[in-house]
């Protein structure tokens, strides 16, 4: 999975360049292309194993060019992640019913990008991988966490909040680093939005059993067992 083969397509450079780095970094091979049409050229060369498509681009639906990208891949099955804007539930119904796999509204949290590929990647390979700490799971595949078999019903930002404690459980992260990885790459809002998560998070996660987030004064936060 590490050498997978990413085609991103979307007309905003900044997002193009943005997610082209971030997968890059994380391992992929990576095509990028602003329309349709360069988009298709580029997979007949260099067929991609999963797409990330924006749903609105210049020259064409993305729903409509995910069908085109599939065809030039001689009926081999290609995963999508499509990137649309904020908006009714039915249009990212929509995206998933014309054949994607995930779908992520703008502005996104670069890494959620990242980890979602590599998800889709892995239930196309057979593989379930989840997260573990103490009696706390994270099901990356179902979207899914359970503490002592609790569902907990997390919410999409929650659910990344969480990813992010369990990936550094036992370290302290700051504001700051939460923020990076888990709001928009263009968030400038405030940052005691952090406060507030945290808080929803404590209220599903450690109501009625051993405290896992703890705050470390000066410094951030912490996904651990009591010391």
Avoid at 143 to 156: C, D, K, N, T, Y
Avoid at 191 to 208: A, F, M, P, Q, T
Wanted: charged letters at 25%.
């Amino acid at each position: 999975m590490g050498c997978a083969r990413v085609l991103v397509v979307d007309d905003e450079p900044q997002v193009r360049d943005l997610l082209s780095t971030a997968l890059r970094s994380s391992g992929f091979d990576v095509l990028a292309a602003p329309d349709g049409a360069q988009a298709v050229a580029a997979a007949r060369s260099h067929p991609p194993d999963v797409l990330v498509l924006d749903v609105v681009l210049p020259d064409v639906d993305g729903r409509v060019l995910a069908r085109r990208l599939r065809g030039a891949h001689d009926g081999v099955p290609v995963p999508v992640l499509f990137l649309t804007e904020r908006g009714p539930a039915a249009e990212r119904i929509a995206g998933l019913t014309a054949g994607g796999d995930e779908v992520v509204t703008k502005p996104f949290s670069v890494e959620d990008v990242v980890q979602r590929l590599q998800g889709i990647l892995r239930r196309f390979a057979g593989d379930v991988t989840e997260l573990r700490y103490a009696d706390l799971v994270l099901d990356e595949d179902a979207h899914e966490a359970r503490r002592a078999g609790r569902v907990l019903g997390l919410s999409p930002t929650e659910f990344a909040l969480l990813r992010y404690l369990m990936a550094n459980a036992e370290q302290v992260v700051s504001k700051a680093q939460i923020v990076d990885r888990v709001w928009s790459y263009d968030f400038k809002g405030d940052s005691r939005i952090v406060e507030s998560y945290i808080s929803y998070l404590r209220r599903k996660i450690d109501s009625g059993g051993e405290q896992l987030i703890h705050t470390v004064r000066g410094f951030g936060y912490s996904l651990r067992e009591a010391r």
